[in-house]
Nanobody, 116 residues
Framework: QVQLVESGGGLVQPGGSLRLSCAASGSIFSMKAMGWYRQAPGKQRELVAAITSGGMTTTYADSVKGRFTISRDNAKNTVYLQMNSLKSEDTAVYYC?????????WGQGTQVTVSS
């Protein structure tokens, strides 16, 4: 059974950092580009960052460039999102999925709240 499990979210003050992890089971991860997405209240889900299957190429939303870093460990079937200099507008539920996303693979996500 294909499964994506996001973790690492929480409450952090503006300017703080968090590291999200996404553990993938099954064939969803192997040889596939992966992405982190987020959905804030009242907004559509958006791409935050993506990484190619080999990890050599990454892409970021303009709003997070220079602050977020996506990486992956193919031996562990895990993709990470290091988030630094967090802002209140980063508050959202964060999801991982293939890139482009497969609608059948959305997990529960992990809540990130940036607030003082």
């Amino acid at each position: 059974q294909v499964q994506l499990v996001e973790s690492g979210g929480g409450l952090v003050q503006p300017g703080g950092s968090l590291r999200l992890s996404c553990a993938a089971s099954g064939s969803i991860f192997s040889m596939k580009a992966m992405g982190w997405y987020r959905q804030a209240p009242g907004k559509q889900r958006e791409l935050v960052a993506a990484i190619t299957s080999g990890g050599m190429t990454t892409t970021y939303a303009d709003s997070v460039k220079g602050r977020f870093t996506i990486s992956r460990d193919n031996a562990k079937n895990t993709v990470y999102l290091q988030m630094n200099s967090l802002k209140s507008e980063d508050t959202a539920v964060y999801y991982c999925n293939r890139y482009p996303p497969d609608t059948g693979y959305w997990g529960q996500g992990t809540q990130v709240t940036v607030s003082s």
